[in-house]
């Protein structure tokens, strides 16, 4: 019997690159944050397994961060003032209570004292039970000033990418058609290398949501020392070719940006995420010119404050052939010549 090999079926990968096609249905939030975060949440987590303080502490803001150090500190000195308090009015013996604003305020003053051990001797406990409260406050205020120092030095010292990307993104003439895109810039001083960017278009399609990664003009930029315009055209091949600003809005479109790259001050892989939904992306727009004229030392730049301006596409950028003017910045911006 001559057995016939059977041909392997290849089945398509999924597109939604780990978001789902049952996320980001109708009437739901969008998918992703303008600053990077995600809106899809995991319930149903046990508490001790979703509670990560440390995580928590790294990522938030600075002001949110200083705001609970700084309720931290004060709940925690109210506490142990109330201790002391509860163990008698001659717990804590030395400057009366009237000339440090009553017996609380002198409790808690006290233990600011105790607590960040400066100790400055007028007011003391009295007393087994002050002492051992006093004991354990000094242990307490040990351990938290270990604590609040490593996760100050994480925070300094986590390499994170600080990029600014446009407010608007534009679909604009490109080659003789149109094209979608953004801009994006590095908001610090230091070098990003190797920056790379993917682009996930993402829309309803009947009752699911569906996903393509985008082709991009160029996904790959080794250096980036100014601004990166990043384009997908918009051809017969392209999920967006014969949409309109209302088909976006019909299929809730929402465009997912992930963007990654070196920084080379840490050799540390970096990345940053965004999105765009149908009211941040105008149609026959173009980005202005970003690049200051060089000035005299030869020296390129940009003026970052207009990273987000547009202006209307005239009707000469429709009909251009040849590459478009994201590439070509610098003419009738070279310095004269000595």
């Known amino acids: ?34 600053d990077g975060t995600f809106n899809p949440r995991r319930r149903g987590l046990p508490f001790l397994s979703s509670l990560s303080v440390y995580h928590y502490m790294l990522t938030i803001g600075w002001p949110r961060f200083y705001a609970i150090i ?12 109330m201790m002391y308090l509860a163990l008698g009015a001659d717990s804590l013996i030395g400057e009366k209570p009237s ?24 007011v003391t406990p009295n007393g087994m039970p002050a002492h051992f409260v006093m004991t354990l406050e000094s242990l307490v205020g040990l351990l938290g000033l270990a604590l609040g120092t490593g996760i100050l030095f994480a925070r300094f010292s986590r390499p994170t ?13 490109y080659h003789g058609m149109t094209a979608f895109m953004f801009r994006v810039t590095n908001s610090r001083t230091n070098q990003l290398v190797e920056l790379e960017a993917k682009v996930l ?5 009947g009752t699911v949501r569906k996903y393509d990664q985008l082709t991009l003009e160029r996904s790959r930029v080794t250096f980036f020392p100014l601004s990166w315009t990043v384009v997908h055209p918009i051809n017969e091949k392209s999920p967006m070719f014969g949409m309109t600003h209302e088909d976006f809005v019909a299929k809730d479109a929402e465009f997912l940006i992930l963007l990654t790259g070196t920084d080379e001050t840490f050799s540390t892989t970096v ?9 941040e992306i105008v149609f026959g727009y173009r980005f202005v010119n970003i690049y200051n004229p060089i000035d005299e030392e030869g020296v390129v730049s940009i003026d970052v404050h207009k990273l987000s301006d547009v202006e209307i596409a005239d009707e000469n950028d429709w009909s251009e052939t040849t590459t478009w003017h994201h590439t070509g910045h610098f003419a009738g911006y070279s310095p004269r010549k000595r």
């Open 99 to 122: 000339a440090m604003g009553g017996a609380f305020w002198r409790a808690f003053f006290f233990s600011v004292e105790s607590l960040s051990t400066i100790g400055y001797g007028n």
């Open 161 to 173: 990418a600080a990029l600014l990307f446009s407010d608007k993104a534009v679909v604009a003439p």
């Open 271 to 279: 990345h940053a995420r965004s999105s765009y939904k149908p009211d």
């Open 201 to 205: 278009f993402s829309r309803i399609e």
């Open 70 to 81: 700084l309720g931290g500190y004060v709940a925690a000195n109210a506490v142990f003032a």
């Open 1 to 34: 019997m001559t057995t016939v090999p059977t041909q392997a079926v290849e089945v398509e990968e999924p597109k939604d690159l780990g978001l789902g096609s049952v996320v980001g249905g109708a009437n739901e939030k969008r998918l992703l944050n303008r």
